[in-house]
């Protein structure tokens, strides 16, 4: 091997670094590389082997190179003139490349694609040999067609241990290999070469002075077209035979942690410390400001950084200086239409591709005269002209009627009037067309008060009663005027327009819609229409007469200014193809430039890639009349692709290759640079092959070390005649940026835009802002306008763009453009699965960083085991190649997504829809886990704190214990009344003897009427009847439990009387529901069982049900104990009323099944029965004259005691309304309170809520029946929980109008140990309410904050503490009292607490504390219960009866339901508000975790078709307000969260039955 330099025996170089050093001498010796060339490659290539070669450019070693990339070099760089560098991808596939790429994926098809739940995939490694690929020139046929002659010979590897790992992604095969052109691998198309590939198609002199790998020739397709034909066009196809799927991060560490989320170690730990005080502070008063920062992306310290000088202003060719200038447009209109009036302007095409018509330039200056007259003389409204010069004049015209506008165009403007091109509303659509009130927003605001249309548009409008046209959503009121000529006048013949003097003065305004979906109207003056004019006459060398055929909007952008305006310029024939002829027929522009031999096209690279895929069957046509074919999106990352395989399929019909022209332009600045054909002095074209990882941080690279993530761009050619242009920096001060940095291009000329039409102060930052160098200095004294256009200057002077500032996403510290991500996602079998490729990508803001969400319409045929394999892929390919997570990918049905004009999708629109949730997606795919990287660090709880530390006296840590009390009960009541009341039955008999006839219940049914009553001696009687029973029958002995299976009524609080009178224990038992007995029965048969009923009472309705058929399908009914029916049982009396030897004995069991789903009985002591009482009538201060009303259930907790305990012993009189009555009449409960005109009222939260739902409507009709509730003191509802602020308070406002007071309703708190803690009572302050951080709770802690602050909770006072009971606020872990403010556990000490629990399960150890817990320090003698609530206490400012300042108790959540998460403790009901109020849709919601996701349940309230809109909402509410992913997303009919009778969610009951399966949900989305 002939070296050159320095001996290299030392070192044995493998055979394929030794290849590729002869293919570089040949090249040399045959001149294919300069001797600079050669040195600098051949330096790269032994850079590894030998210590230091002398004269490595610096810009190659800095790169950053993972190790050892130079193993594995390209193969011979002079292959690839011999094949056509248009190998890239198309947009969307052909079969051919299906094919390929099939094969490519059938190897890996046996590794089934795991759904996308990591970040990274675990690499399988395949053995080398398996990558070596066949000999370039015999490839098999099916490996031939997916390795590219450049492929990598990896044989030397073997024996290489450090194989680059990309080296095994590279051949893993994945089925997500992305192929788009943005992703596609190196120009030459040689799939994974490592940083040495980028060199060779570098031209000689600009490796050193430009980081972009760019093809110095123009792309030659002709010596490709000989070979055989599987191998031509598949070549295309080994883009996606690299698969993309299982590549990591950028760089990553060895424990696979992406360098981009992480900082050297030591300097974290600094920050670490340096972010925490220096000691832990004590957990009881820790400040909450720093509280749950979310995590900022560190920088990664190897991020690439512009390494290149800074760059200077370029200035483009001048502007020819010629005579023959027409001195504006309409002197030109006016030459060209007396001079030539029979030359032709435009012609239109009509849905079959016939010339319906041709306008001649003669034509159009009568016409255009004629309406210039019209408008200014013939319209008058109030006798007054309707406009006057500079007036805006909307003109709505259809895409299929370019002559109308063009008259109405130049109308406008001979009539100095300002014409505003828009859309033609379609609001006969249900969802207005995108962004309609926009549009009407921007008319209004340009204050237009005609729209010019034709008479056929005009017809097609929707219209009001009248007859007019309607007035659209979002826009003002219009006159409509036709400009079809019979209704125009014709002007005399000594009129003549007004002068023009084409100036500053405004030609016309160009709508434009922003990324946030807002319509702004852009400025265009007559200095820089005709400016624009002469400068695309000179780019695109325009000559007079010369056809022109126009496929795109002839209203804006390109498709005006070329085909409106400078073709009238230069007298030229435009051929308009509308959009509808090319839905119908794709090849119909091809065969009008056919046709007509049009010089110039203007196209699309849509329509470019519409024509590949109808051009099969067309052999007639021929390109070769065209010079240039301007692509107008030339700048998109998917134009590259469409341009080489159009130029590819139709090369062999006459079109040159240096006839593409692609072109940049944005609405600010008009059209900013084109590509210009050799012969117009253009130099030659080229591409670039960036590195998409360099990109995101902004800066331009030469990809080297990821081979699969590049994007490869094209140039825009030279920036347009008469322009200066340089490139800013996006954010902040528009400083300049370097050579191989990416900014925002800015073009300083007389061509571009001149303000947003009535928006200053944006006007000032687009259009007028001055880039400065980086010291500061102004690079011009002209001002510079801002296009939006992302990109760099690259050699030649050619300009080349990246992405739109519209569709930049920041996510992290890195930038994404939308249009990337869509090429990516097309990749991945467009034309299988995606319906006409149509693909929206946006970001949307959670948790202060932007997330990507995609929106492809899936194909109608597409099923759901398609759409979820698409979905995996592209998230693989996406995370591939932009090593970006994708937080939502949504699919909706074909023809779904709002329409921009012309058949693209409305982006903005779309994203609105998704924000609004109406977007009706058909499938949803979340990724939260993988994108939301800046979630707060989960909190490590801190060690305990020493009691000794902490208390002194009665403080704790500083503040005074939260301790309180209700009033003592000692003085309250003569003893004797006291003894005399111990036991109820005793207090029954006495009131039957004293007060025989007073009446005790009244029981109401829906109709309000009362169908059973009890006086005092009716209800000892009834109960002297059941005890006789139960000895006789029942054969029971004292102390022996009978359940009572009774429907709410009279006949239940008999049968309890009556179990007391015999010395029985009764355990009141709901019934069980005869048409659901498969759910209710085995509830009652537990409680039988676990109470040990030695006897069942109850009707004989029900009794026949317990043993009916159906009921043993349920249960076994076999094993009831005795039943015995009340119905009839003969009149006998008990010879003695039973008396219990002491107080303590037990009077009856209470159960009830908690919210958590246990069964829990406990065990209440007759002491404590006629202590709750006592308390009950003290609070309410009841007394025989006074009647209360009850809707409550009476089976268990504090409504048991409401109706069956406190009317015997207070003797008042209660008005029973079983809510069950309520479903028959919603407003039975509110009637009876104003009938009964009782003070006092209790009732449940779903009574309250069948109130507010139910009677919403109808306060007024409820007020003429006369329901009045003024008499209402206090409201109580009753209830477990933390009380419902919202729903007290709606009601409060919604019966306030029946005369409510605001202040009557409040909440009671009770649990299992003791069923009533607090309850308002009528005495005593109102009830407070106060606000506090929600994220301070989930910490344990209370932080009081304003109302209206962030993450503001309001919690209400749950009543006041009863008398006789004492509360104290707990430690949950060291059982230690807390200070007040402070959360902790609720303990409860009161005469009224139940003695235990009463189970079967032998579970009583694990409980006992919950009855008779002590304080580990402080008073450690006192006994009390364990509620299992947290909450706190705080002291007010108010005062109680006693003169005392008030402690009111605040319940925050039960502990058992609450979710440990991320360290931190949540409470379901915070996580349900915020889901209820992400859609009106969502009608209830419950949360409970299953294993450690939170599973999120919502009621959809609506059509199954919004089902998925709530999915990304949902997750998004929670995230950005709990700061928790949520793992799983279930949507269920309305009902199907389980509530008990008090309101309450069943939470557990819901989780096993989403464990089992058993929801029958709507939709679950299992968030990735």
Known sequence: MADRGCPLEAVPLPAEVRESLAELELELSEGDITQKGYEKKRAKLLARYIPLIQGIDPSLQTESRPPGPSLTAAAAPNQQKSRPTTSRDERFRSDVHTEAVQAALAKYKERKMPMPSKRRSALVHCSVETCTPPDTSSASEDEGSLRRPGQLTSTPLQGCPSVEPWLDRAFQGSSTSSSASSTSSHPGGRPAVPSTAAAPAVPPGLAAHTHVALHSAPPDVTTGLGEPSFCTRPLEAPVRGVPRGFRSGTLETADGVPVSGRVSSKIQQLLNTLKRPKRPPLKEFFVDDSEELLEVQQPDPNQPKPEGSQMVVLKGEPLAAGTSWPPSLLAALQQWGTAQPKAPCLTALDTAGKATYTLTYGKLWSRSLKLAYTLLNKLTSKNEPLLKPGDRVALVFPNSDPAMFVVAFYGCLLAELIPVPMEVPLTRKVPSDAGGQQVGFLLGSCGVALALTTEACQKGLPKAPTGEVATFKGWPPVAWLVVDGKHLAKPPKDWHPPAQNPGAGTAYIEYKTSKEGSTMGITVSHASLLAQCRALTQACGYSEAETLTNVLDFKRDAGLWHGVLTSVINRMHVVSVPYALMKANPLSWIQSVSSYKARTALVKSRDMHWSLLAQRGQRDVSLSSLRMLIVADGANPWSVSSCDAFLNAFQSRGLRPEVICPCASSPEALTVAVRRPPDLGGPPPRK???????????????????????????????????????????????????????????????????????????????????????????????????????????????????????????????????????????????????????????????????????????????????????????LQAIDSIHQVGVYCLALVPANTLPKAPLGGIHVSETRQRFLEGILHPCNVLMCPHTCVTNLPKPRQKQPEVGPASMIVGNLVAGKRIAQASGRELTHLEDSDQARKFLFLADVLQWRAHTTPEHPLFLLLNAKGTVTSTATCAQLHKKAERVAAALMEKGRLNVGDHVALVYPPGVELIATFYGCLYCGCVPVTVRPPHPQNLATTLPTVRMIVEVSKAACVLTTQAIMRLLRSKEAAAAVDTKAWPTILDTDDIPKKKVAAVFRPPSPDVLAYLDFSVSTTGMLAGVKMSHAATSALCRSIKLQCELYPSRQIAVCLDPYCGLGFALWCLCSVYSGHQSVLVPPLELESNVSVWLSAVSQYKARITFCSYSVMEMCTKGLGAQTGALRMKGVNLSCVRTCMVVAEERPRIALTQSFSKLFKDLGLSARAVSTTFGCRVNVAVCLQGTAGPDPTTVYVDMRALRHDRVRLVERGSPHSLPLMESGKILPGVKVIIVHTETKGPLGDSHLGEIWVSSPHNASGYHTVYGEESLHADHFSARLSFGDTQTVWARTGYLGFLRRTELTDASGERHDALYVVGSLDETLELRGMRYHPIDIETSVIRAHRSIAECAVFTWTNLLVVVVELEGPEQDALDLVALVTSVVLEEHHLVVGVVVVVDPGVIPINSRGEKQRMHLRDGFLADQLDPIYVAYNM
Not at 748 to 760: E, K, N, Q, R
Not at 772 to 786: I, L, Y
Request: hydrophobic residues 40%.
């Open 688 to 874: 670039a092959v960036l590195s998409m990882n360099g990109l995101s941080h902004g800066v331009i690279r030469v990809d080297t070390e990821e081979k699969l993530s590049v994007l490869t761009v094209q140039d825009v050619g030279q920036v347009v005649p008469g322009a200066s242009v340089c490139v800013v920096k996006v954010e902040g001060t528009p400083y300049l940026c370097k050579t191989d940095e990416v900014g925002e291009i800015c073009v300083s000329s007389g061509t571009t835009g001149t303000a947003y039409y009535g928006l200053l102060g944006i006007t000032k930052n687009i259009f007028e802002t001055t880039p400065v160098t980086a010291a500061g200095a102004p690079v011009s004294d002209r001002p510079f306008t801002r296009t939006g256009l992302l990109g760099f200057i690259g050699p030649d002077s050619l300009v080349f763009v990246v992405g739109k500032l519209d569709g930049l996403m920041m996510v992290g510290a890195r930038r994404h453009s939308a249009d990337d991500v869509v090429a990516t996602a097309l990749a991945v079998e467009p034309m299988k699965f995606v319906y006409r490729g149509r693909i929206a990508v946006f970001s949307v803001t959670v948790l202060r960083d932007d997330r990507i969400v995609l929106v492809a319409e899936q194909r109608p045929d597409a099923s759901e085991e398609d759409s979820f394999q698409w979905m995996s892929r592209v």
